[in-house]
């Protein structure tokens, strides 16, 4: 395949003239160095030469470590990947010898303001001074700080603490590697591919890997599997985060911040619950987000809740009504750290978990028929009425890499984007998944740093796609292989195992290539990606599901042909239009219009930064509001790649866009891409053009590039909702963490077109 | 003589059985966390500095220190004066701490040119402060130096500059490491510089009832005053003296406004056609290139309106002539 070919490796079929190239650079040592970190030499060579070892390590020659685009050969088909570092070792494991644990359910408190949590929370942030650790502040002592770390004050107060009240307590901490003697799949061992709960899981990504030290991930309670939480419209749930992570910043095996902000990507929330990039806090501090779980629109539309479209399961089988828009549902949420200059470094060591929020549409009860209930494939809830996972299964992909020992490894000065080589779900390389002979519904996450996955069953089978990001779509998209599928998206899918025999198997295959962190090298057909021939060692099967068995009971799921249309906006005024562009492509200048604003880089190494015109080039400073969209209005936003050497996934916080365009025209919007979304990929030298709308709660807010080490390096705009009246001030004052205090300051720079 | 040999065996073997440990998939030395960025990470290449001295960038340059790290060339007259001003800035407002805890680094991305006398001309151009050394030293080193530090740009055709406006601010010792644009906001750069990688060691109490309330409101309104902020401050006030640049108080007054358009956005040119009063500028500001900041006709008008309003201003008003006593008898009239 000529995708070997051109210059990412070289394999033995490599044409004379390139290997004759190879020959030449061996002449010199240093330019057999530059090669080999440039990619034009492959491993196999360097072996021969004697430069590398056949264990992947590097022979001890000075200055061979890791640089900017680096790559390095790994094990099978002499493949290459560049995590900066050598080929992930894997202590001689097989792929698909160890079945893939669900998603560890988090418990959930019913009395969060009366009991459950010590102290009980409060609207404005609790500044109860506890002694703060010398380690936290340069070994100063007798210092004292705030025990929760939200910015203190009435604007940063919960917004609608009692209209909203929390009913549900969920308390985790972010903490050092440990094992787990907790978990709690929700179903039953059969339904989870035999794993015995009881038996207590430690922290590795394949039980023939080695343990992972405490400080070489951090994860929610320190342990695998991933968390799930479990939610519901109308029952607004408090989540308080301790970060129990080490005072000491050097203590992190090599990348990782010890301060963090917890995001909940795509929630509805008031803004001091969205998990602002400059909101973050500290060893020993928690943090109080209140999730209220409202359907967008909450304000305005059905505000007297009559339609039970808008509604939360009720226990045992009914309807709660819920004021807001019914096509704003939403079902497939995660949560991630968003903490300044770090999330790729953060998400990557473990803070990333996922929360499935059930509507009166989407109950988590196939078996309930009431006529809005979609009867979405989960199983029988058995009579609780909703939340069932039997047959409703998260997955999280992202690929890891890991140095000699077998530790995770990242490459913090790769700034063009991180890849691993080594593929995992639930974070577990390579597993196997037990399945029924039914439907399924698999709720699909990218939880990578900068990879882009695209995947099928390797038989061809079709997949039907319910869902993109949180949102079921307005009608069902039947596919064999899924869009690339960017950094943060969500793709629901059901598949149906019926049609296979009890002992077959079939496989999920990536078929997206990589060869840096910028965007995809290569789409690959299913057959090629099946071939092994790809240079990218996650292009492949990465998970097997095992046909064990006939469902107990009948599968009386559905795939409805109309799941959830998306609201009419047409009617709402447009108040403003504005422009972002990420990638100011050299080639390409832009109008110098006060209207753009400019974020990125061209088609060479960063920085990504905010332009407010074309020629300066601003990082992000959460200092700084780009945009301040009034309360109440809609407008429509065109996010364009200015660069055709990157893919960029750009993420609008806080309510669902509807894609009106790509690349200017509505005929280029894909069926799976026509309902709501909060991620919105761009391709290289694309466009997106969207319309939101900005209503329900105030404060400040972000859009950023989820290729996180783009959005760390910094394509990151800070907006904020305004005019609303109390308590939505004009602009906001920018919040300052220390460990003794949130301070403020009154922002740095307001854009000229912010308001 | 013995006893050494013994306890040198034993640390070998020390060393050898960690390896052992380390490849047999042990947990890693607690000693390791942030030796992944540390010697065997950054090259120990040599570098010359302004002054001649040769350092070795991990020992002297790197080691046990916070930094600020940019890439410039002498001969820039794109975004490098800018960065060095901001930069300068933020020297300025970390204090006595540079050359103590903190220490600020350029390196020469155009070697041959510039030499550590064509260096230390620069810094003084842009009154550099102690704590600031520039770095020059052989192509493929710096290079290389780049590349490890996430700063290195491929040669690209279509721009000149070649190079990225980012500086990188790091502590070596705690393995933290972030990339930053170096034209961007001096006081943030400041704030993550001097408490976010030095360990919240310098951080000051807060007040407890820290509120919104005191943060001081801020002009939105004045669209010239902005572009004034974020582009021209680095270099320029208005009454308060000369900077880098000119104080550009009264400008408006003695230079016609089709001038002041076509030299601010194109520097270059009006310099290179030798218009007397651009060369006269260049030569008494320490021939320091006046960069072109791109700005739109609409900032570029705006601007021009706010200098328009804050002469007009001051000259209305003596007292507020008075307050800016600070201004210097020979920079009174800096454009005359």
């Known amino acids: 395949m000529s995708h070997n070919d051109d210059g990412f490796f070289l394999s033995e079929k490599s044409s004379k003239a390139r290997l004759r190239e190879a020959e030449d650079a061996r002449k010199n040592r240093a330019e057999i160095l530059k090669a080999y970190s440039q990619g034009k030499v492959s491993r196999r060579e360097l072996m021969k030469w004697g430069l590398i070892t056949t264990g992947g390590l590097l022979a001890p020659i000075h200055g061979l470590n890791p640089f900017v685009s680096s790559a390095y050969a790994s094990g099978g088909g002499g493949s290459t990947i560049p995590t900066g570092a050598p080929p992930s070792p894997t202590f001689g494991v097989q792929p698909f010898s160890t079945p893939m644990p669900r998603f560890d359910v988090i418990a959930r408190g019913n009395n969060p303001l009366g009991g459950d949590l010590t102290p009980t929370p409060t609207a404005q942030a609790n500044q109860t001074q506890q002694p703060l650790d010398p380690a936290l502040v340069g070994g100063q002592t007798g210092l004292t700080g705030p025990i929760e770390g939200r910015p203190g004050g009435p604007i940063w107060a919960h917004q609608g603490f009692t209209d909203h009240a929390p009913q549900v307590s969920v308390e985790m901490s972010q903490a050092q590697a440990q094992t787990n003697t907790v978990y709690n799949p929700a179903v039953a061992s059969n339904l989870n591919s035999g794993i015995d709960p009881t038996s207590p899981i430690p922290l590795k990504f394949h039980p023939g890997f080695p343990t992972q030290n405490a400080n070489s991930v951090w994860t929610f309670n320190g342990t695998i599997p991933p968390k799930l939480v479990i939610g519901r419209y109308g029952e607004p749930i408090l989540f308080r985060h301790h970060n129990r992570l080490p005072a000491d910043v050097t203590q992190n095996n090599g990348f990782g911040r010890n301060t963090i902000s917890t995001h909940e990507h795509n929630g509805h929330h008031g803004a001091e619950n969205d998990g602002f990039t400059g909101a973050f806090f500290f060893p020993n501090q928690f943090y109080d987000y209140h999730w209220p779980i409202v359907l967008a629109g909450f304000r305005s539309v059905n505000t007297d809740a009559t339609d039970p479209r808008a509604g939360s399961p009720a226990d045992n089988g009914g309807i709660n009504k819920v004021p807001g828009d019914w096509r704003e549902t939403m079902s497939t949420h995660w949560f991630h750290d968003h903490m300044f200059t770090f999330t790729s470094q953060n998400v990557y060591k473990g803070n990333a978990a996922m929360f499935n929020i059930y509507s009166a549409l989407d109950r988590g009860d196939e078996t309930v028929n009431d006529g809005v209930n979609l009867r979405l494939p989960s199983g029988s809830s058995n009579g609780k009425g909703w939340g069932n996972l039997d047959y409703d299964v998260n997955l999280m992909l992202n690929e890891k890499a890991f140095d000699a020992s077998g530790q995770l490894f990242m490459d913090i000065f790769q700034f063009d984007g991180f890849l691993g080589d080594l593929m995992c779900v639930n974070l577990t390389y390579k597993p196997f998944f037990e399945v029924e002979r039914r439907k399924y519904r698999f709720r699909i996450l990218n939880a990578s740093v900068s990879r882009f996955f695209k995947y099928g069953l390797s038989d061809g089978s079709p997949m039907i796609q319910i869902a993109n990001d949180g949102n079921l779509l307005p009608t069902p998209v039947v596919q064999t292989l899924s869009d690339e599928q960017g950094i943060a998206e969500r793709y629901d899918w059901v598949i149906d195992f019926s049609r296979y025999n009890i002992g077959d198997k079939v496989w999920m295959v990536n078929t997206c290539e990589h060869r840096d962190g910028k965007k995809p090298s290569a789409d690959l057909t299913l057959a090629q990606a099946l071939s092994g021939t790809s240079s990218d060692p996650c292009v492949g099967k990465f998970l097997e599901f095992r046909i064990v068995r006939d469902p107990a009971t009948p599968d009386v799921s559905q795939v409805p042909n109309v799941l959830i249309p998306n609201p009419d906006l047409s009617s709402i005024p447009v108040s403003r239009e504005r422009t972002f562009t990420f990638g100011s492509g050299a080639s390409q200048p832009l109008a110098a219009s006060e209207e753009t604003y400019t974020t990125g880089a061209g088609n060479q190494a960063g920085p990504w930064g905010v332009q407010t015109d074309n020629g300066k080039m601003l990082n992000a400073s959460w200092g700084r509001i780009s945009a301040a969209p009034g309360y109440g209005t809609r407008e429509v936003w065109t996010l364009q790649n200015g660069g055709g050497g990157w893919d960029h996934p750009i993420h609008i916080h806080f309510e669902e866009g509807q894609i009106l365009a790509r690349n200017g025209s509505a005929s280029n919007v894909p069926a799976w891409e026509k309902g709501r979304k909060d991620v919105y990929r761009l391709r290289p030298g694309g466009s997106v053009t969207l319309t939101m709308q900005f209503r329900d709660w105030g404060g400040m807010f972000m859009e950023h590039c989820h290729n996180t080490v783009h959005e760390d390096n910094a394509m990151l705009v800070r907006w904020e909702i305004d005019n609303g009246g109390a308590p939505f001030l004009r602009p906001l004052p920018t919040p300052v963490p220390t460990p003794q205090g949130v301070g403020f300051v009154a922002p740095d720079d307001i854009a000229p077109t912010a308001f | ?336």
């Open chain 2, 1 to 336: 003589m013995r006893r050494t040999g013994q306890a040198g065996f034993a640390t070998v073997a020390a060393i050898f059985l960690t390896a052992i440990l380390y490849l047999a998939a042990g947990p890693t030395p607690a000693a390791a966390d942030n030796a992944r960025w540390g010697a065997g990470y950054f090259p120990n290449v040599v570098l010359t500095t302004q002054d001649g001295a040769k350092v070795h960038f991990y020992d002297d340059v790197l080691k046990g220190k916070s930094v600020v790290i940019d890439l410039i060339y002498t001969s820039c007259v794109d975004s490098c004066p800018l960065e060095t001003a901001r930069l300068a800035q933020v020297q300025k407002m970390l204090g006595d701490r540079v050359g103590k805890d903190i220490f600020f680094y350029s390196i020469s991305i155009d070697p041959t040119h510039d030499t550590p006398k064509v260096l230390k001309a620069y810094a003084q151009k842009y009154h550099i402060g102690p704590g600031w050394t520039f770095l020059t030293g052989k192509k493929a080193d710096i290079d290389l130096i780049s590349k490890k530090l996430g700063l290195y740009s491929e040669p690209d055709p279509n721009d000149r500059d070649g190079h990225t406006p980012s500086v990188m601010i790091g502590n070596e010792p705690s393995g933290q490491w972030m990339r930053n644009s170096a034209t961007d906001n001096a006081r943030f750069l400041a704030n993550m510089i001097g408490n976010w990688l030095d360990g919240w060691g310098h951080a000051k109490a807060v007040d407890a009832k820290a509120n919104y309330e005191q943060a001081p409101a801020i002009d939105i309104s004045d669209r010239g005053r902005y572009v004034f902020t974020t582009h021209c401050a680095a270099c320029h006030t208005i009454g308060h003296g000369d900077k880098i640049g000119p104080d550009l108080l009264g400008v408006t007054n003695v230079r016609d406004r089709s001038w002041l358009e076509t030299f601010i956005s194109t520097p270059e040119k009006v310099i290179a056609a030798k218009d007397p009063v651009a060369v006269a500028l260049y030569k008494k500001y320490n021939g320091i290139n006046m960069p072109n900041l791109r700005l739109s006709d609409a900032e570029l008008n705006n601007l021009i309106d706010f200098l328009a309003r804050q002469s007009a201003e001051h000259g209305k008003d003596a007292a507020t002539a008075e307050k800016v006593g600070t201004v210097k008898a020979d920079s009174a009239q800096p454009l005359r």
